[in-house]
């Protein structure tokens, strides 16, 4: 029935959208497959609380026929505040918020330069890839992260709908970042997107999702899976901005596998949402392989960011960073949650690690629980993480020369989280800046 | 400061200082002593304003022996300050699994913590798990942890060399040198010189 879409999980709901989507049968397998091991899982005992999400009120595929409108005025004033500080558009405001429902949860694409399509570069949402390329997307699908890997892979395996696809051939180096935008199109709308990138031998491709603007959406649950292939002396850089309004559950899994020479950048920027929980991780599996991690995140009031990097070191040689950079206030707790591991044939391997974390007030909390497994004594692993309050005398310092004391603040939260910000195309960071410093109003005096 | 020597041998302890107090761990793995032991816990509790605490283990992990052992610092009071300094050297097939906690109560303003732990990784199979855990409820602290493992500079190794000492005098001198600040922090003589004493056993019976 077009208009209200159904709630609710079950065999049957998995076997529709296969059968929606016009699915070849290995697919249609491997979601009902998925779905089995997702209702035997438990939800995981450590990390923040998830025991609120009820999976039965969700609704799991929304056709692109279905419309759910919002009036204006039930958007949040908070929301609103943030449109004008990042100078959004009006008709953008209006499906940012979900008052126009002209976007379903398949991926809008539409930045992709003539050029990189002339060089062979694939870029299409994951359900016409599995149309147009079945081969190459059978080949790598869900070979990096299994259904069986945690419960809400499992759970993306099975109700997946959206989500990108890239193949960038052999040698082709694209020049612009490839974009991706999702949107939450309606409450209680899951967003189950699935990602897949390959970077063929020799290749480069900056690769970017997300947006700075709260998406707006009740009681949401978000559980993407996003698989990068980094082939031979490839290279890529995935970026994400996230900023999901208050109550959305944000539980993330991302994995790269890095062949030999090959460099896999993880960008990550969570604001907002209730609970994050987010590692991407990085298996080095060729000679000399190397990843790298900026992890930045922003815990506010009722927010948990439980966000954080994997490093495997499967092979000799290879390197990986990890920055980690978190700021809570106003009772929100943010973590960083790690895990290095060096295996006992990757000599000479390096791994550094830094978590820096500033607490902006006496409610916040900030947790750092880092995991590191040497099993090789010709590698290196360095981990470093402090956690302070911004000193007096800097913000003394600023008020000397003028500033107002959420001024002051403000500019030595730009300051502390600087190297990731650095890192983001300009128009991520100005935006960035602008909505941090929107947080700040008021955390003071 | 008062000295308190620990001798690890019981699996869990909590200790409560009352004054200011530097702890040293002391641990005797030349004889098998520790391979029934499947973990080690001991628990320091800041309970009383105005205290500070250093922990200082020097730690000496061979025989093949599998060691598991955490340490918690758990700041309850305002105005405490703890410091815990972990160097660990690690023979071949040994292992070494250390988790580090240090908590900081939402009462605990002032608090000035710091957590560090290195080991040196010395022939094939000697491996080192480390979790430095931060747990900080309060604004008011600096917090630091540091983790690092690695093997013995092979270019130290090398300069040694060219000077005319052989592979394993020129290890000893590093090993020395990689405990030597902490050494140096032990505050009682006594202790301190027992433990230069137990450093040269590798004179005898070459490691590598």
Not at chain 1, 121 to 145: C, N, R, T, W
Not at chain 2, 167 to 184: A, C, R
């Amino acid at each position: 029935m077009p208009g209200e879409a159904r709630r609710g999980l079950s065999r049957q709901v998995v076997e529709e959208i296969s059968s929606l989507k016009n699915e070849p049968k290995w697919m249609r397998d491997y979601r009902l497959k998925s779905f089995a091991y997702f209702t035997e899982k438990e939800i995981p005992d450590w990390g923040p609380d998830l025991s609120k999400v009820d999976f039965n009120d969700i609704c799991y595929y929304l056709k692109p026929l279905d419309k759910e409108k919002r009036d204006w005025n039930e958007v949040p004033e908070k929301i609103k505040k943030t449109f004008e500080v990042l100078g959004i558009p009006q008709a953008e405001r209006d499906y940012l918020a979900g008052v126009k429902a002209q976007y379903d949860s398949e991926v809008a694409y539409s930045s992709l330069q003539k050029e990189a399509e002339e060089e062979g570069v694939i870029f299409l949402s994951m359900d016409q890839a599995l149309k147009k390329y079945p081969s190459l997307v059978q080949e790598h699908f869900g070979k990096l992260i299994p259904f069986s890997d945690n419960k809400f892979s499992a759970l993306n395996s099975a109700v997946w709908s959206g989500g990108s696809f890239v193949y960038i051939p052999k040698g082709v180096k694209v020049k612009r970042p490839l974009q991706a935008y999702f949107r939450l199109n309606a409450r209680n709308m899951g967003q189950f997107e699935r990602t897949l990138i390959i970077a063929d031998e020799n290749s480069f491709a900056h690769y970017i999702e997300g947006c700075t603007a709260p998406v707006y959406s009740a009681d949401s649950l978000h559980a993407a899976v996003v698989e990068v292939y980094v082939k031979k002396n490839a290279r890529l850089r995935y970026t994400t901005i996230q900023n999901w309004s208050g109550d959305v559950y944000n539980l993330v899994t991302k994995r790269a596998g890095v062949e030999k020479n090959g460099v896999m950048e993880w960008v990550d920027g969570n604001l907002g949402s209730r609970v994050t929980m987010k590692y991407p991780s990085c298996y080095l599996i060729g000679n000399g392989a190397r990843g790298e991690m900026l992890s930045l995140s922003y815990a506010g009031e009722n927010q948990n960011q439980d966000a954080g990097a994997k490093m495997v070191h499967l092979a000799p040689n290879t390197s990986s960073i990890i920055v980690s950079k978190s700021v809570s206030q106003k009772g929100g707790v943010s973590s960083y949650r790690g895990l290095v591991e060096v295996s006992p044939i990757a000599n000479n391997s390096k791994s550094h690690v830094e978590c820096d974390a500033l607490i902006l007030d006496s409610k916040s909390f900030s947790n750092t629980y880092p995991v590191m497994r040497n099993n090789n004594n010709t590698s290196y692993i360095e981990h470093e993480a402090s956690v302070s309050k911004v000193s007096d005398e800097k913000i003394f310092y600023l008020m000397s020369r003028g500033l107002s004391k959420s001024e002051a603040m403000g500019l030595i939260v730009s300051g502390f989280i600087e190297p990731i910000i650095k890192d983001l195309p300009m128009e991520y960071a100005v935006e960035l800046n602008n909505l941090i410093n929107m947080e700040m109003e008021g955390s003071v005096g | 400061m008062k000295i308190e020597t620990i001798n690890i041998n019981n699996n869990i302890n909590t200790y409560k200082a009352t004054e200011d107090t530097q702890y040293i761990l002391q641990m005797d793995t030349s004889n098998n002593k520790y391979k029934s032991i499947n973990e080690i816990s001991l628990d320091f509790i800041l309970e009383k304003e105005d205290l500070n605490l250093q922990i200082i283990g020097p730690m000496i992990i061979r025989e093949e022996q599998n060691i598991k052992i955490s340490i918690q610092v758990k700041h309850m009071v305002p105005n405490t300050s703890c410091e815990v300094l972990i160097k660990s050297v690690i023979f071949p097939n040994s292992s070494l699994d250390f988790l580090g906690r240090i908590y900081i109560d939402n009462d605990s303003r002032n608090t000035t913590a710091s957590l560090k732990d290195n080991s040196l990784l010395i022939g094939e199979g000697a491996r080192k798990f480390s979790r430095p855990v931060l747990e900080i409820h309060n604004n008011d602290v600096k917090a630091f942890h540091g983790s690092a493992s690695g093997n013995i500079d092979p270019l130290s190794l090398y300069y040694l060399q060219s000077r005319g000492l052989n592979k394993s005098q020129s290890e000893n001198i590093l090993i020395e040198g990689f405990l030597d600040d902490l050494i140096n922090r032990i505050n009682d003589r006594g202790i301190r010189d027992k433990l230069i004493k137990e450093l040269k056993f590798k004179e005898k019976e070459p490691i590598i």
